[in-house]
């Protein structure tokens, strides 16, 4: 069923809003999943901030033609039927959602993506970005290596006074 004039303009306009303010928008082909199966990938994308749309490949590529940044990427990936798994909030979270969805689901399968700059990213990069940390995994490896010299100086210090405890204990007796 063809969709009018004013719905795909209110779709562009829409699109051109979502990838302008995008950090990330991975795409992957989703033959064969069912419509269970897609909206369970929404609630995961959802839960993580991740905003996942179906539309028209070229609807998408009139709205990467809107914008500056997106005038010069490539588009000849965008073939197919596609799901565009976008986030506004961080530059992993739509390749993580959709790689661990699709371990489960060999129906779905990555195939790219481009990055707030414009660049393109090949579904090989697209997975080394899955295979990441997230934010909060980082940040919490860095505070742990700047806090474990105060860890072991605590441990070191409550293990010499514990020693010299229980070497008074002993004397005493």
């Known amino acids: 069923m063809a969709i009018s004039k004013d719905k795909k303009n209110t779709l562009v306009a829409d699109l051109t809003a979502l990838l302008e303010s995008s950090k990330m928008t991975v795409y992957a082909k989703y033959q064969g999943l069912t419509v269970a199966e897609l909206q369970d990938l929404r609630k995961a994308a959802r839960e993580n901030g991740v905003k996942i749309k179906v539309v028209k490949n070229r609807l998408v590529r009139v709205a990467m033609g809107e914008l500056a940044v997106y005038k010069d990427t490539d588009t000849t990936g965008l073939t197919g039927q596609l799901l565009y798994a976008v986030s506004d909030s961080d530059e992993v979270m739509p390749a993580k959602v959709l790689a661990e ?12 993506g481009f990055n707030d700059a414009g660049s393109n990213l090949s579904d090989a990069d697209v997975k080394a970005l899955a295979s990441l940390p997230s934010k909060n995994e980082l940040i919490a490896q860095v505070v742990a290596q700047l806090l474990s010299p105060v860890t072991d100086t605590i441990s070191g210090l409550t293990g010499g006074i514990s020693g010299i405890v229980s070497g008074l204990e002993a004397n005493a007796k």
């Open 101 to 112: 969805f699709a371990k489960s689901h060999d129906a779905l399968v990555i195939a790219g």
